[in-house]
C-alpha cells in the first residue's frame, strides 16, 4: 500500500534564507520551488545585448537595470511568487531587499521551448498583476522576433516586432532595432 508523503511548504522568508545560502536557483510559487535550469548561448547572447543597451541607456537615471540573478516579489491577495525574469528594469527609489525587487517597469524573457508556455501563460498572468509594471517583452531565441506586451490604461496590448522593425519601449523611453538585439546571436540562430 502507498503511503501519503507529507509536503512541507517553505514561507517567503524561508525561501530567501535558501536562495541566499544556496548554490541553485529555485523560483517560488505559493509555498513551493521550483529548480532553475541553465540556458543556451543565443539565450545568454541576446539577454546580454539587451543588458548592455538598457545599461547604456538608463546609466545615470533612476532606474536600474538586472540580468538574471535579482529576484522580482509578486504578492497579492490570492499569490506569492518569486521570479528569476531574464531582465528587469526597476526605478523604485526604496527597493524593499537587497535580494528581490517588487517594482519593475519593465520585464524580459527569452523564450526556449521548454520555457516559452510558462513564459506566456503563467508568467503573463502574474507579471501583469504587478501596479507597477509597464512593459512584458518576451525574445524568440529561435527566430527573430519580440512580442512586447504593453499596459494601456486597464488594458494589456500586444505589440509584435519583427527583423528591420522599430521596437519601443516605452517604460524607459528607449527605441531600438530588433536586429540590434539578436546582433550578438545572429551567427548563432
Known amino acids: 500500500m502507498a503511503t501519503a508523503r507529507k509536503v512541507t511548504l517553505l514561507t517567503p522568508a524561508a525561501y530567501i534564507r535558501s536562495e541566499e545560502q544556496g548554490d541553485f536557483r529555485h523560483e ?7 529548480a532553475m535550469v541553465g540556458a543556451s548561448r543565443r539565450h545568454n547572447l541576446i539577454a546580454m545585448t539587451l543588458a548592455r543597451l538598457l545599461g547604456n541607456h538608463l546609466q545615470g ?13 509578486i504578492q497579492t491577495a490570492e499569490m506569492e511568487r518569486f521570479y528569476y525574469p531574464d531582465l528587469m528594469v526597476s526605478c ?13 517597469v519593465l520585464l524580459v524573457e527569452v523564450l526556449s521551448a521548454s520555457t516559452e508556455p510558462k513564459d506566456r501563460l503563467e508568467k503573463l498572468a502574474a507579471y501583469t498583476a504587478i501596479p507597477s509594471l509597464i512593459e512584458y517583452m518576451l525574445i524568440s531565441q529561435d527566430s527573430i522576433a519580440i512580442d512586447i506586451y504593453r499596459r494601456v490604461e486597464k488594458n494589456w496590448v500586444l505589440n509584435s516586432y519583427k527583423s528591420a522593425e522599430k521596437a519601443i519601449l516605452e517604460s524607459v523611453k528607449l527605441e531600438l532595432s530588433v536586429d540590434q538585439v539578436y546582433v550578438e546571436a545572429m551567427g548563432k540562430l
Open 92 to 104: 523604485d527609489p526604496s527597493p524593499p531587499h537587497d535580494y528581490y525587487e517588487d517594482k519593475p
Open 61 to 73: 537615471g533612476p532606474c536600474r537595470t538586472y540580468m538574471a540573478d535579482m529576484k522580482l516579489n
Open 28 to 34: 517560488y510559487v505559493n509555498g513551493y520551488t521550483y
